[in-house]
Structure formats: structure tokens, C-alpha cells
């Protein structure tokens, strides 16, 4: 196990499968000899030359040579930067690269990598694009919680025959971690149970799963013993994973960044209430930001995306009447 | 930097900088003269630093103004109901 940065434990899975096939190259700007600007692709432009490609800046050329690429036998890595600049690429992502095997029977082994999430850098940098993603038949979308995370599932995405939306949370670009030297790909569609517990299940994804940690280990104290489950893949969803812990504590809380309606909070609360409605002691609750832009004024910030003090409260009320002592 | 050598960013920055283009146009074509075009410059410079100065000196917003100006609709309408 080595400590490193979520960003380094990206560009070392990256760098290991560059190494073991020929056919994975990178697309995007500031690349070679910037490295990207998260530093998640240092290094990897010297040390395979002329497999990481600076591009001009068209988001749109830039996926579509993916797609090309891809459909030519290479296994591409699309680097959008922030993953707000994919709104200049959305027909080469959502009616090209996700469209191709169903329309045309090709694969598209295309990974789409950009930075997300809520942070500063105000509306026009933050739009919250997973459930967009997400809702897209034929797109596979993940965003790691941790950099061991982020490697493993940037091994998987790369080995893929479809293409993989990345996202990288912004808050979590400099998150340290331990990370393994072995060949780990995390499978696609796999949750994982961060911390078991008891008494209520709190389902989240990238960095909103270190505010539901830092919460749990609050209530803790109190003998509210919360067990968290990071998604890690938003499509597929881990419904197993969530179902199985939710008829265990009986109760859910969903918690996400992006604007709550219409987004993965509701689509897991549907699927939870569909199938094991009568698992549930009480209503799944849902915590999101909310209707609106992000703002630039951080004080604006703090007010529209979730706080941890919101969290907690729709954990208590997923326990209100309970027992004491569960 | 990647895409352009130093000496190509610099050589436009002295010889095609797109404003001393702007204003050799402005004066060629005899709609300003320098003095004029110096009192402009100089009044914007100030008022974006007057715009500076008010920024600094001004109170956070009000957290209550952060989902304002979405749209026309009440944001309570739009679906932010806890």
C-alpha cells in the first residue's frame, strides 16, 4: 500500500493499463506537459510518446475522434477537463458514442474522464451532469470516493467495451488514500458498504460520502450506528447492495450534490420503496441541493448544496419513534 | 504551454494585441483622438476599481438570495420543499 492523492491513484491506474495495451491512448488539452489540470494524467505524456495527444480546444472534435478511435480498435481516454465543457460535446457523446452499438452493433471501448461535483468556480463550472449521464441509455457512469476507488474503477473503465463516463469529485482531487501496487480493478456497478452498521443505511457517492462518514461517526456516540454505502457506479446502480442493507436497518437516506429533482436521490428512493416497501419503517429521505445554479459567494454555496447538519437531521427523522438503543 | 512558442505569444501581445489594433483603427479612421482615448482608459480602469473597492467593502449576500433569479417561479415552486 502506498498514501497517495486521489488525482495520482488515477493517473497511476491509467499509467499501469497504458502500459499493459498498446491501444489505450489520451485525448485532451494542456495534457504532455501540464499533466492536466488536476495533475491526473502527470507524467504519462513522457512517458508514452505520442499516445497522449494535445488537442485543440473542441470538446466536440475531441469526443468524436474518441469515438473514431475507439471504433478503430483503440481503447481512448477522453479528457474533458471539467466535465461542464461535455455541454460542447453532447451529440458525439449521447447520440454518437452511446448510441453506436445499439444502432450500428460496434463497441465503443471510450472513457470519458472530467472534474465534477460542487465546489468553488461558480454556475458555469458546477453543473451537477451525472443523472444527465445517468438517464442516457448506453453510457456507464462512475465517481470514485477515495483514490483506491479511483483507481481501481479507472482500470475497469479503460478495459471496458462501452463507453464510461468518469467523474472526479473537485473537493476529493487532493484526497489522500491508501492505494494498493496490485492489479485491482474495481468492477463496474459495485457499491461498497464503507462503514457497516445497524441502525439506518445512507447511500451517497463521491465526495458527499465524507460527509456522511464525518456524520456517523457523530451519532455514533449516541448509539446511532449508521451504515454508509458510497455507489461508486451511478449506472449501473448497486441495487443489491442498497436493498440488502436497507431490509437490514429499515430505514435509507440518499444523499447527493446535484439539485435534488429529478436526480439519482429520487431514482434510488423509487427502486427502494418498489422493492422493499415493506422493509421500510420509514419514508426514504433525501438530501440534495437545491433548484438552483451554484452560486460564486461562498457563504451562497454553503446555503444551496447540503451540510452536514442537514444529513444528520434526515438521518433522526428516519428514526423518529424508534426504539432507543437499536 | 503546448500550443504557442513564447515567441509567438509575444509577438502578438507587442505587434497584434487586438485593443492597440482597435485603437489604431479608432485613430486612423479619425473617430478619437489619443487624449480622448487615454481619458476612456483611464475612467474604465477606475470604474473597475471603484467596482473592487465595493465589492470588498460589501457584507456577504444574504444566504436567503441564494436561489433567487432561477426563474420567474417561486423557487419554493420548483420542487424544494424540505
Known amino acids: ?326 | 504551454m503546448n500550443y504557442r512558442t513564447q515567441e509567438e505569444v509575444d509577438q502578438w501581445r507587442q505587434e497584434r494585441d487586438p485593443i492597440d489594433r482597435f485603437r489604431e483603427s479608432l485613430l486612423a479612421a479619425g473617430l478619437i483622438d489619443l487624449e480622448r482615448y487615454a481619458a476612456l482608459v483611464e475612467s474604465k480602469v477606475q470604474l473597475v476599481q471603484r467596482a473592487i473597492e465595493y465589492a470588498e467593502a460589501s457584507p456577504w449576500p444574504d444566504v436567503a438570495s441564494a436561489s433567487s433569479n432561477v426563474t420567474e417561479l417561486d423557487p419554493l415552486l420548483m420542487g424544494d420543499v424540505s
Not at chain 1, 460527509?211 to 455507489?231: P, S
Not at chain 1, 451511478?234 to 437490514?248: A, C, H, Q
Open chain 1, 1 to 326: 500500500m502506498t498514501v497517495m492523492t486521489l488525482s495520482q491513484a488515477f493517473c497511476q491506474g491509467l499509467g499501469e493499463e497504458m502500459r499493459s495495451d498498446p491501444s489505450v491512448i489520451v485525448l485532451g488539452t494542456d495534457l504532455v506537459d501540464r499533466g492536466g489540470n488536476f495533475a491526473q494524467i502527470k507524467g504519462l505524456g513522457h512517458e508514452y510518446p505520442g499516445r497522449v495527444l494535445d488537442t485543440p480546444i473542441s470538446e466536440a472534435a475531441m469526443v468524436a475522434a474518441g469515438v473514431g478511435a475507439a471504433l478503430n480498435g483503440l481503447r481512448p481516454v477522453v479528457d474533458l477537463n471539467f466535465i461542464d465543457f461535455a455541454l460542447g460535446a453532447m451529440d458525439e457523446i449521447i447520440n454518437q458514442a452511446a448510441k453506436v452499438r445499439y444502432m450500428l452493433g460496434a463497441q465503443v471501448p471510450l472513457v470519458i474522464r472530467g472534474t465534477a461535483g460542487i465546489a468553488l468556480f461558480a454556475a458555469q463550472h458546477n453543473n451537477s451532469l451525472e443523472s444527465a449521464f445517468a438517464h442516457t441509455p448506453g453510457l456507464l457512469v462512475v465517481m470514485p470516493a477515495t483514490p483506491a476507488d479511483a483507481k481501481g474503477l479507472i482500470k475497469s473503465a479503460v478495459r471496458s467495451n462501452d463507453p464510461v463516463v468518469f467523474l472526479m469529485h473537485k473537493r476529493l482531487t487532493g484526497l489522500r488514500g491508501d492505494v494498493s501496487e496490485e492489479d485491482e480493478p474495481v468492477p463496474l456497478g459495485k457499491a461498497r458498504v464503507c462503514r457497516p452498521g445497524r441502525s439506518v443505511t445512507v447511500v451517497s457517492y463521491g465526495a458527499l460520502v465524507g460527509n456522511c462518514m464525518k456524520v456517523a461517526d457523530q451519532l455514533i456516540g449516541e448509539g446511532i450506528d449508521v451504515e454508509v454505502v458510497d455507489l461508486r457506479s451511478l449506472f449501473p446502480l448497486d441495487m443489491e447492495t442498497i436493498l440488502e442493507s436497507v431490509e437490514r436497518t429499515r430505514r435509507l437516506v440518499v444523499v447527493s450534490d446535484e439539485p435534488r429533482h429529478g436526480g439519482l436521490t429520487s431514482e434510488i428512493a423509487a427502486t427502494v420503496q418498489e422493492c422493499a416497501f415493506d422493509s421500510l419503517d420509514r419514508p426514504v429521505m433525501r438530501v440534495g441541493s437545491l433548484h438552483t445554479p451554484i452560486p460564486h459567494s461562498p457563504p451562497l454555496i454553503d446555503a444551496v448544496i447540503p451540510s452536514d447538519g442537514q444529513i444528520e437531521r434526515a438521518i433522526r427523522q428516519t428514526l423518529a419513534g424508534r426504539e432507543s438503543g437499536i
